[in-house]
C-alpha cells in the first residue's frame, strides 16, 4: 500500500446550485404518464402524494440550475464537501498506469450519499408545513438517512422496512431507531396494503413493492403527511449532483480530467449524482468522457431490460415510467447488494442509454467482492457491497490500460462504506456466496407482459 | 438541529513530530520494574517483545518532541487531519451558553483513533525486519486498526480476540479478515497458555488478560515476530498525541481556546492525545485548562482505585507498572463500552492526577447511552459506547455552565463512531440495559492483595 492523496475543498466550495441536465438534453425524457388516461402528469398532479417543491422540481424541464437552499446547504456542511481521493494503494496493486480517483460520499454520518436528497426532501416538506413524513427502504441506507434528515427538521417518520431486511440487518434498522424513526417491518398491519397481504399469506418476506405501496397509503390517509423516495426520480438525482460539481473541482486541482467516469446502478440516484455535472460538457461538445454505469448480473437492465414504459413498483401504484426495464414483477436474486435490486431505471438514465450518451456493464456478485477486498486492503475503506459494483468496473479499466500500456484517468462514485455489511464479507470469505446469472428466457417473460405504450 | 461548523486543516498541516510530554513533566512517572528484581527496566530490556524503536520511545524522559517518519506521515495523510466541529446542534438542543467543540477521529477508515498509534507500531516493526506480528484485541477497535496497518506494511499479523467478544462481535472479526489478519478467538489451542485454560475451563469465555498472554506466547516462540499492544504504554500515548496537535491549531482557527478537554478512559490513549499537547502550556504556566478523563462507574480506577505497582494484565505476565489501579484481576461489568474495561491507567496518567494535573469523572452506563442518542440527533454520527462516557461528562458540564449562566468552551474527544456497536442502542432503546457501580468492598478486595511497593 502507497499513500493516497486526497484533494479537499472548503465548506464555502460546497455548490449553491444542483444541476439538472434535463435542460440540456436535445432529447428530453419522454413524460411520466397516468396508467389510465396515459396523459402526461404535471406537477400539480404530485402535489398530494410529494412535496410541492420536489413536485416542481420533478417536472422541470428548462432550468439548467436550481439553488439549493441555504438551510440545505448549511446542513450539508456536517460533512461535505466530500474528499476527492488519488487511489495509489490500488493502483499500485493492480501495477496500472492508469489513475484511479474516487469521490469518498461514504464520509457522511449515514455512511452514504443518500443524505444529499433526504436532507432536501425533509427541508422542503417542512418548509410547506408539513408534519409527518413516510418512506420505504429496503437494505436501509435510505431510510438511516431519512431518518437523520426527518430528526434535523423535527419531522416524524414511519419507515417501511422489506421484512426480510428488517430481520436480516438489524445494525441498519437501530440506526433509523437511533435518529428517533418508527421502523415497521413490511408488510404490516398497519394498512390496508400490509393486512391484504399478511392474510393471505402470512410468512411472505416483503418487497420493496410491497414497502412502497404501504409508505404511499399511509402518507395518501395520514393529514399533514408526504411520501418520499431515495432514488429513480428525476428530483432526487437532481439533489445529488452535488456529488459530481464537487468532483470537477476537485479533478480540476489534482490537474487531471477524467477519461471515464464510473459508478454504481440500482435506481440511478449515485450515479446520476456524479455523472451529470460532468456530462454537460460532454452535451456541449467540449469534451468526450465516457460513462459507465455498473449494475449486477443479476439484475441487469441497463445491459439486457428493455426500454418501455413500466411502473416504479412491483404493485403497480404508481404513474408509468419510461424506463429500461427487467419488468415491474422482476423478483432479484438475493445478492448481498441490496440497494441495487432494483428492476428498472429512470426515465433521464434510460433516455441517455438510448441516445449513447452513456454506457453500463454488469458485474458478477463474486466479481464485485474481490474487487472490495482489494479495495479494502489498498485503501482502508471497506466498500458497501453495492458500490463494489463500481470498484470492480474501475479494476476492470484500469488492468485493460495496463495491457494495452495506457495512461487513462478513471474516477469512481464510493457512494458508501460496508460498515453494516459486514456478514455479506464474512459470507465471501467463507466461500458461500455465488454469482447470479439471468436466462434470456427469465427476462422475456417478465417483459413481455409489458403493454407496449412505446 | 442547527448547523455544526467543521474546522479543516490541510495535509501539510499533519504534525511532524508527536509531542513526549514525559519530558516536560517535573515531578517523572515512577520506573516500569522487574516484578522478581524490582528494579527499572530499561529499553533493552523491551525488544525481544517489542519493536526497539518503539522500546526506546517508551523509556525516553528527555526529548519532548519526537519525529514522525515520512512513511507514517504519509499514511496518516488517508483520513488525517481529521475535523474539529463546533456541536452547535448539541449546544441548541442543551441550550447552553457553554460552546462545544468536538474533535472528530471516527472518520479514520477503522473508525476510531486507533489507527494512529497502530500504523506507527507496524511502521517500526517492518523497519527492522519484522515479517510477523501479534495482538489482542477486547472490542475490536485496536484489532481491526492494527489489521489494516498490518496489511498496508505486508506484515503477518494474528490477533487474539477474546472469545466472548469473537461471538458478540462478528461485524469487528469480518472486518479483521477483510484486511487480512488471522484472529483467533482467545482462549486458544494455538499457545500453551491457551491450552492449559481450555483443558481446565473448557467453556472459558476469555479475558483480555488471557488473550495478551496468548499474544505474548505467539511473539516470543515464533522468530523474527513482535507483539504490539494498543493502549497504556507511553509510546501509545505518543503517538496519539497527533490528535491533540491538530485540535491546537484547529482552535486556534476557531478563535477559542478551550476551558476544559475531556475524553474518555480507558487505558488512556485518546484521552492522552487529545490533552497531552495542550497540558504542555499548563506544565508551562500559560494556560489553566481542565483536563477531565471520563470513565465508566463500573471501572472506576481514576476516580476510586489505588495508586501502587502492578501488573498490565490479568495473568501476571507483564512488568510492574506504576498505576491507578484496581487490581490486575479487577472483573469489570460487562458494560457495551468494552474498550473502558481495562483494570488500570498508564504511568504518565496516574502521576498527573496524582499531581493534580488532571481530574477523573466516572459515568454511568445509562447516561452515557442518553447522551449518544442526543448527540446522535444533534450532530448526526451515532458516538461508539466507549466515547459515549466523554460526551456525557461534556453534557454535565455544559448544563453546569447553563445553570451557572456562563459560557465556557468544551472541547471534547470523539474516538470513534458506534456502528459496530448498533446492537447495544438497541438493548438501550429497548430498556434493556442497566447501570453498574462497583462496591467500595469488591474495590478494597482486589487492592488489598497487591504488594505494597510504593
Known sequence: ???????????????????????????????????????PLKAEDLFPLFAEEVSRQEMNTTDAWIEIPEEVRDLYKIWRPTPLVRARGLEKLLDTPAHIYFKNESVSPVGSHKLNSAIAQAYYCKK????????????????AALSLAAKMFGLELAVYMVKISYHQKPYRRNIMSTYGAQVIA?????????????TERP??????????????????????CKYTLGSVLNHVSLHQTVIGLEAEKQMEMAGEYPDKIIACFGGGSNFSGIAYPF?????????????????PESCPKLTRGV???????????????????????????NIHAGGLRYHGAGSIISQLLKDKKMSAVDIPQLEAFD???????AEGIIPAPESSHAIAATVREALRCKEEGKKEVLLFNLSGHGLIDMTAYDSYLAGDLENYKVSDEEIRRNTDKLEKII
Open 128 to 143: 410547506q408545513g408539513v408534519t409527518n413524513i413516510t418512506t420505504e427502504t429496503g437494505a436501509g441506507q435510505w431510510g
Open 371 to 377: 474487487a472490495a477486498i482489494k479495495f479494502a486492503q
Open 307 to 333: 426500454f418501455q414504459y413500466d411502473f416504479g413498483d412491483e404493485a403497480g401504484y404508481t404513474p408509468l415510467i419510461p424506463m429500461y426495464t427487467l419488468g415491474h414483477d422482476f423478483a432479484p436474486a
Open 203 to 224: 410468512n411472505y418476506q416483503g418487497s420493496l413493492g410491497t414497502a412502497i405501496s404501504e409508505a404511499v397509503e399511509l402518507a395518501m390517509s395520514t393529514p399533514n
Open 279 to 295: 456530462m454537460r460538457h460532454n452535451l456541449a461538445g467540449d469534451t468526450n468522457i465516457q460513462f459507465i454505469a455498473a449494475e
Open 186 to 198: 413490511s408488510p404490516s398491519m398497519s394498512t390496508k396494503a400490509g393486512r391484504k397481504i399478511i
Open 1 to 39: 500500500m502507497s499513500e493516497s492523496k486526497k484533494f479537499l475543498l472548503n465548506e464555502r466550495d460546497i455548490p449553491t446550485a444542483w444541476y439538472n441536465i434535463v435542460a440540456d438534453m436535445d432529447n428530453k425524457p419522454k413524460p411520466i404518464i397516468n396508467p389510465a388516461t396515459k396523459e
